[in-house]
């Protein structure tokens, strides 16, 4: 595509004014918080994708689409600087079981021990010493609990506490190496999987999670162990876990290869 493209250049304008917007701040300080300025910017951007399939066709408009995307990317990334700590809102209600469960499999997913043997959590791929770790292993490691929201591509959010282990004490144990960027997460639940980058994925935020509220996770919500984190969308966070492989490129996911955002930042 053209850079002379009016297409194009109405997504750069969108995204490079709501930048500018955010470093006008008073005092080094943002005018939009970031989950605001991303959904702005989704809608002009909405706006030029209908343009562009009252011209030139879907076809054009699926260009613009991926070019958005890729801005929006390098947007987030630098918004977030993997920095920023999630915090629940003071005296915001736990989920608890009402927070929506979601699987792909046609019923809940459960291990079954006798056939499969006793569930583990590999990791490995660009490491230099692949682990296999059982839900005993990850519970005697040390743990982080959290109180943090989740927020869900559908536009709610809900507050739950979680314990687990972070990824990247789990990356330290396995010894990544310096050319794994991206890390993919594996699951029993069918074909589910999500990549990530570095970066997000060893945020300390970002967790392989075996309870919430107290409790050892239910099959509902991920058992034995799920990867959680309020960095991203819900949908990147893959439950049912079973891998974690460190990669050199991206290997897109479940719903990430069906035209959902791939970054999924919050």
């Known amino acids: 595509m053209s850079v002379r493209d009016p297409l194009r250049q109405l997504a750069r304008r969108v995204i490079d004014a ?8 008073h005092d080094g300080a943002p005018t ?9 910017g989704g809608s002009s951007l909405a706006a030029a994708l209908l343009a562009a399939c009252n011209s030139d066709g879907p076809e054009r408009a699926q260009r613009v689409l991926h070019y958005a995307e890729r801005r929006n990317e390098t947007i987030e990334r630098w918004l977030t600087r993997h920095a920023s700590i999630d915090r629940a809102r003071a005296g915001a209600v736990t989920a608890g079981n009402a927070l929506p469960a979601y699987h792909i499999s046609p019923t809940v997913p459960v291990w079954d021990e006798a056939t499969r043997g006793p569930w583990s959590l590999e990791i490995g791929g660009l490491v230099a010493r692949p ?15 959290q109180r943090v929201n989740h927020y869900c591509v559908e536009g709610w959010n809900a507050v739950d506490d979680w314990w687990g282990v972070p990824v990247r004490d789990l990356a330290r144990l ?16 069918a074909d589910y999987h999500e990549s990530w980058d570095l970066e997000s994925a060893t945020h300390p935020q970002s967790i392989v999670a075996y309870a919430k509220g107290g409790r050892f996770l239910p099959p509902a ?3 034995p162990a799920r990867l ?25 996911g479940y719903w990430s290869d069906r035209g959902y955002e791939w970054y999924a930042g919050t």
Do not use: C
């Open 18 to 25: 709501g930048v500018a917007r955010l470093e006008r701040g």
């Open 32 to 40: 939009l918080d970031r989950r605001r300025f991303l959904l702005a």
């Open 131 to 145: 682990l296999r770790l059982s839900l005993d292993d990850l519970v005697r490691l040390p743990k982080r609990r």
């Open 174 to 189: 396995a010894g990544v190496r310096p050319e794994a960027q991206y890390v993919d997460f594996q699951s029993f639940d």
């Open 221 to 223: 919500y991920g058992a």
């Open 228 to 252: 959680h984190s309020p960095l991203k969308l819900g949908y990147k966070s893959t439950k049912y876990l079973t891998r974690i492989l460190f990669m050199r490129e991206r290997n897109g």
